[in-house]
């Protein structure tokens, strides 16, 4: 599975992005999705995912102000992202794990100015 990511960008405190992930095949069945992110000089994180049936999951820090969601008809999965907060300023990096293996898209890099 080939993963492309894309809407990332430079966006004031407050602000608001959509980030999208397109798979290269159907997503339908897939066990989950997700987008992680790397802050600067940090590790790797979850940031949020979708499981095949639509549950959902959170980091504490994005709860209330990013939605991810995902459209298997377009083998696509999105994050909105709220609110946001320089502490955000990440590369964010899609997911999907297909119950063997794990798949990363390329990043897409998003900035937060105060």
């Known amino acids: 599975v080939q993963l492309q990511a894309s809407g990332g960008g430079l966006v004031q405190a407050g602000g608001s992005l959509r980030l999208s992930c397109v798979a290269s095949?159907?997503?339908?069945?897939?066990?989950?999705m997700g987008w992680y992110r790397q802050p600067p000089g940090n590790q790797r994180e979850l940031v949020a995912r979708?499981?095949?049936?639509?549950?959902?999951n959170y980091a504490d820090s994005v709860k209330g102000r990013f939605t991810i969601s995902r459209d298997n008809a377009k083998s696509t999965v999105y994050l909105q992202m709220n609110s946001l907060k320089p502490e955000d300023t990440a590369v964010y990096y899609c997911?999907?794990?297909?119950?063997?293996?794990?798949?990363w898209g390329q990043g897409t890099l998003v900035t937060v100015s105060s």
């Open positions: 095949e159907s997503i339908f069945g897939i066990v989950a």
């Open positions: 997911n999907v794990w297909t119950g063997l293996y794990n798949y």
């Open positions: 979708v499981t095949s049936g639509d549950s959902t």
